[in-house]
């Protein structure tokens, strides 16, 4: 793993572990089937990777805007996540991925920094590497998500 990414200073409160935020994603079933790792969440930054196995590839190269927009995603909701408390959940708004190169390679890795927030809404600007079979990183794809926070009723 490892990516070429520069941690934050962070400038949000960390309100769940790492640990918690990743029993919280690997709960989901889709998260366990890619394999995902969730190696970061903190400061309104999250770094998520997966390998490109079969669950994600097809004739040796990622279906790309599927696995870009899945690593942007769920890098953007590890950063929530590690914002938000316990009793709160992240939920998907929209993703909006573009390719901007080749996806063959073997793992993907994605870095979601918030941009923007809101009361109920933050925006998320992800970028996607990914790793060759020589072990080069290259960028390979672009997401902006936005993020909604599921928050429990009042009495």
Do not use: H, N, W
């Not at 029993?23 to 999250?46: C, H, N, W």
């Not at 080749?102 to 793992?107: I, N, P, V, W, Y």
């Not at 870095?111 to 060759?132: F, K, M, N, P, Q």
Request: charged letters at 20%; proline letters at 5%; one cysteine or more.
């Amino acid at each position: 793993m490892g990516t070429s990414y520069d941690l934050p200073v962070p400038e949000f409160p960390q309100l769940r572990t790492l640990d918690e935020i990743r029993e919280t994603i690997l709960s989901m079933p889709f998260a366990r089937v890619m394999q995902l790792d969730i190696e970061f969440a903190e400061g309104g930054v999250g770094i998520v990777s997966m390998p490109l196995t079969e669950a994600v590839t097809f004739d040796g190269s990622a279906f790309a805007g599927m696995a870009i927009g899945i690593v942007g995603d769920v890098a953007a909701g590890v950063a929530t996540l590690a914002m938000t408390p316990p009793d709160e959940m992240a939920l998907t708004g929209t993703v909006e991925s573009s390719i901007t190169g080749s996806t063959k390679g073997t793992r993907l890795s994605a870095r979601a920094e918030l941009r923007e927030r809101s009361d109920t809404a933050l925006i998320y600007d992800a970028t996607v590497e990914v790793r060759g079979s020589g072990g080069e990183l290259r960028q390979c794809g672009t997401a902006v998500v936005t993020m909604r926070v599921a928050r429990p009723k009042s009495v």
